[in-house]
């Protein structure tokens, strides 16, 4: 059963805007946060936005912090709208799910206190 899955995913030339969507399957549940990650060919996985599902407090990386938007568009779905893309934002873009009231620590969004994955969409950004 999936329990995330992202869409929104594609190619885009530097300079374009992209929205990401992740759906939550009903079947999670105790949910504190949801956030998106990313990550490029041979790096790390990395944090880029974090949401408090209750409160709707944001949270985000300092690399992307004017550029991307988390929002809740529903119980069950949380979209990642980007803009301004650069080429370096190429990777794949995941969404992941917390239990823990502690996945985000002093406005970090920490990346092992994220109990479910999604399989992750692709964003190619060209130059």
């Known amino acids: 059963q999936v329990q995330l899955e992202e869409s929104g995913g594609d190619s885009v030339q530097a300079g374009g805007s992209l929205t990401l969507s992740c759906a939550r399957s009903e079947a999670i549940t105790d949910i504190t946060y949801m956030a998106w990650f990313r990550q490029a060919p041979g790096k790390q996985r990395e944090a880029l936005a974090a949401i408090h599902t209750a409160g709707g407090a944001t949270y985000y990386a300092d690399s992307v912090q004017d550029r991307f938007t988390i929002s809740r568009d529903s119980t069950f779905t949380v979209t990642l709208h980007m803009t301004n893309l650069k080429p370096e934002d190429t990777a794949t873009y995941y969404c992941?799910?917390?239990?823990?009231?502690?996945?985000?620590?002093?406005?970090?969004?920490?990346?092992?206190?994220?109990?479910?994955w999604g399989q992750g969409t692709q964003v190619t950004v060209s130059s």
């Open positions: 992941a799910a917390s239990r823990s009231w502690s996945a985000v620590v002093r406005g970090v969004i920490q990346r092992f206190a994220f109990d479910y």
